[in-house]
């Protein structure tokens, strides 16, 4: 049986992923400071920027072997107010909990990794485009996105590394007409789109140190002031 760790499994695009592996009949390991969002995957408590912390949920795992990694887990909030008032404290915690958790976690997958494993990365489209008040969030997405290709190009060709890119990513019934329809793709993404990208690049196997983008094309519409 393929096995998998998912990061951050519990938030809404990680349980999402959790699910969708698991229903393709991948054993699921989800690493998160809480448990929920799958009943079908093996909750081992982790926070992925603390280097122990790590080193403690994979001797907890106690898996011999590892087919899949994705590195989902972060401060979801995006927005950290202005660059004056942005504490270093607030810096650093964005920064490690997204861009400094993926790589402690690669880290110590690599010895496990199989022949033809693949590393998938959670990026953003804000590593490419920004609205104000988001320094921290940017930096630590644009950083995801060139550590996904320097690991391609280091464990390659054994191990692929991708990133994917989401935009507005939502399960929620409440949103406005016009949410929606400023999509090109015609919606708001959902978590099942994620998950599915997820299982396309685990099994693309000429695919790697890329970024996919998922974002109902968003990022390619022209926008003009009235």
Same mark, same amino acid.
């Given at each position: ?35 929920? %969002? ?35 887990? !972060? ?91 989401? %935009? ?40 790697? !140190? ?17």
């Amino acid at each position: 049986m393929r096995r998998a760790i998912v990061t951050g499994g519990s938030g809404l695009i990680g349980a999402g992923i959790c699910a969708a592996l698991a229903a393709a009949g991948w054993q699921v390991a989800n690493f998160d400071l809480e448990d929920g %969002g799958c009943e079908d995957a093996r909750f081992v408590p982790c926070d992925v920027s603390d280097e122990d912390a790590v080193a403690a949920a994979f001797a907890e795992l106690d898996w011999t072997s590892l087919d899949l990694l994705v590195n989902n887990a !972060g401060v979801a909030a995006p927005v950290t107010g202005p660059v004056a008032d942005l504490s270093l404290d607030r810096w650093r915690r964005v920064i490690d909990s997204h861009l400094t958790g993926a790589f402690l976690m690669t880290r110590a997958a690599a010895p496990l990794l199989r022949e033809n494993a693949v590393i998938i990365n959670m990026a953003s489209t804000r590593a490419f485009m920004s609205e104000p008040f988001t320094e921290a969030y940017a930096a630590a997405k644009g950083g995801v996105v060139a550590l996904t290709h320097a690991l391609a190009v280091s464990l390659g060709p054994r191990v692929r590394v991708n990133a994917i890119a989401p %935009g507005w990513i939502s399960d929620s019934p409440d949103l406005a007409t016009a949410d929606h329809e400023q999509h090109p793709a015609g919606r708001v993404g959902r978590p099942e789109d994620v998950a599915e990208a997820v299982l396309f690049l685990a099994g693309a196997g000429f695919i790697t !140190g890329e970024t996919l983008t998922l974002d109902g094309g968003m990022s390619r519409r022209m926008i003009y002031a009235d």
